[in-house]
């Protein structure tokens, strides 16, 4: 009996990007399914950034072929990007002190109603994301001056949903954080998966990585270098596929189309 495989809700093939003389990507490929965290790790310069960024719309490839629900498109800006549901956090956050909670998730995309903002629907709103992501942000007026790093990372990754997503790309979510801050940020990466979406996650931890990674994908000097399975695989192989002690081949086709792990 043949089993169909779903089509991966994002799908990048043989992509190329170059600054000048350096090659920051050759031919890399990645897939991203529905309720699927893919992490994606790398020594620095290993082009895991230059890929978000691509993703993102930020940058676009000198070769290759990006596709959405196995349709090929174009992203040649982060409001494109948008468009396609796709929404990025990067390490900036770009997150406003002097706003509350609220302003910050609807920066942007206020809603109105005629010329009036109108502020009880974005409280709604931002009260029932919050709540989706399990965040402990007691209320959506808090401005993010009094907020900790790890809730203005929860910011940063509720404002992501206001634009209902499919594809989320965090850059380093949790690099700078405390222990309970990293476990609330790593709960939302959790929820974001059970919501149904498909989640990037760029990270130089590798507890984080395989708490949960569904599939860690290794970039090595802007190549791949490795496909493992998140919870089965040790850190001691992908640190090897990482520093190159390992060179792996790139992963089947048949390997990189398999059904994702479903937690």
Known sequence: MITEVPVPLLSVR?????????????????????HEVVALV????????????????????DTGLIEIDGAPVQVPSPSAAHDLGI????????????????????L??????????DDGRMEQI??????????????VRTPLSQLSAGQRQSVAIARTLIGNPRIVVLDEPTASLSVAQTAEVLVHIERLRELGLGVILISHNMNDV???????????????????HGPSTGSEEII????????VAPPSASHRHAMPTMR
């Open 87 to 106: 929404a990025t956090v990067f390490q900036d956050l770009a997150v406003c002190d002097n706003l509350d909670v609220t302003a910050n998730l609807f």
């Open 42 to 61: 790398g020594d620095n310069a290993a082009g895991k950034s230059t890929l978000a960024k691509i993703v993102a719309g930020v940058l676009t490839p």
């Open 126 to 139: 931002a009260r029932r994301v919050l709540r989706d992501l399990s965040s402990q942000i007691a209320s």
């Open 240 to 247: 090897a596929a990482i520093t190159g002690a390992r060179m």
């Open 210 to 228: 395989r708490a949960v990674g569904d599939r860690i994908e290794v970039l090595r000097h802007g190549r791949n270098n490795g496909s493992f």
């Open 108 to 117: 942007g995309r206020e809603l109105r109603t005629g010329r009036v903002l």
């Open 14 to 34: 043989g992509i190329g990007k170059r600054f000048g003389a350096v090659e920051a990507l050759v031919d890399v490929d990645l897939d991203v399914h529905a």
